[in-house]
């Protein structure tokens, strides 16, 4: 999980200096899968994963996760670009997402992005053995709604191992104190999903994978892939930019 988790974050960097306007997200799909495929030797998680036709996720603007790469769907500026990558090595997952700007960085965009990345560090400084999955939901939930932001209901983290998506589902909001009990050598992703208006989703009728906000207004997502040790967290997917 250790390697799966540190090769999933180098294909997340690697592919940072490609995100910029005028390039398709086709073109970015193209260059993980050779990265995933040859440089790093691991399979493409995603790839025919129940029918996902593509490498990678690129979630644009509203999209709130599972965007489809496309070579026809061209990066301008002002985007804000979720780029969601799902490695296996050796058999085990690692997974990982973060936010990208395209060009300018428009303010409330900005300030959506960064208030979702805090979400998922609060989160994951809870993560020690004995806290509960309530209380993952419930600080990422607080800090959400303190921003007057919303958190997507109808998608969440997941455990993951040899599967992608296994038990337990790891809600992004809820009550302290309540449901499973965290112990050491669980794997976990945490990935909220922030909205700037309504938490409701609607599923895309064209291509079956795209989830968009039914408002239409803007959405983020971070991901880590998280270990439960003796005393804290592990980031598998921790970034060269990231100190945790
Ligand atoms: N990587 C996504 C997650 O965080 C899952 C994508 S499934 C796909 O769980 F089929 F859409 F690729
Ligand atoms: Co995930
Ligand atoms: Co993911």
């Known amino acids: 999980?250790?390697?799966?988790?540190?090769?999933?974050?180098?294909?997340?960097?690697?592919?940072?200096?490609?995100?910029?306007?005028?390039?398709?997200?086709?073109?970015?799909?193209?260059?993980?899968?050779?990265?995933?495929?040859?440089?790093?030797?691991?399979?493409?998680?995603?790839?025919?994963?129940?029918?996902?036709?593509?490498?990678?996720?690129?979630?644009?603007?509203?999209?709130?996760?599972?965007?489809i790469p496309d070579e026809k769907q061209i990066l301008k500026?002002?985007?804000?670009?979720?780029?969601?990558?799902?490695?296996?090595?050796?058999?085990?997952?690692g997974d990982t997402s973060k936010m990208?700007?395209?060009?300018?960085?428009?303010?409330?965009?900005e300030r959506l992005v960064k208030i979702t990345q805090e979400c998922l560090y609060k989160s994951i400084e809870l993560v020690k053995p004995g806290v509960r999955l309530g209380d993952l939901g419930n600080i990422i939930q607080k800090h959400a709604e303190l921003n007057h932001y919303s958190v997507v209901r109808d998608y969440c983290g997941h455990g993951l191992g040899l599967n992608f998506h296994e038990e337990p589902q790891i809600l992004h909001y809820?009550?302290?104190?309540?449901?499973?009990?965290?112990?050491?050598?669980?794997?976990?992703?945490?990935e909220p999903m922030i909205n700037i208006g309504t938490h409701k989703t609607k599923l895309s009728k064209k291509d079956g994978w795209t989830v968009e906000t039914v408002d239409g207004r803007l959405s983020a997502q971070w991901e880590h892939t998280i270990l439960v040790t003796s005393d804290g967290a592990e980031v598998l997917t921790k970034r060269e930019e990231e100190s945790f």
């Open 1 to 67: 999980m250790k390697i799966a988790g540190k090769l999933a974050a180098k294909t997340l960097e690697m592919i940072e200096d490609h995100v910029k306007a005028g390039v398709s997200t086709g073109a970015l799909d193209d260059i993980c899968h050779d990265f995933i495929v040859n440089e790093i030797d691991c399979i493409p998680a995603c790839l025919d994963y129940k029918g996902y036709p593509k490498t990678i996720c690129t979630s644009i603007n509203q999209v709130i996760c599972h965007g």
């Open 77 to 93: 500026d002002g985007d804000i670009l979720n780029i969601d990558i799902t490695v296996i090595k050796d058999g085990f997952h």
């Open 100 to 109: 990208f700007f395209v060009g300018n960085k428009k303010p409330h965009a």
């Open 174 to 190: 809820g009550q302290p104190n309540t449901g499973m009990s965290l112990k050491e050598g669980m794997c976990f992703t945490i």
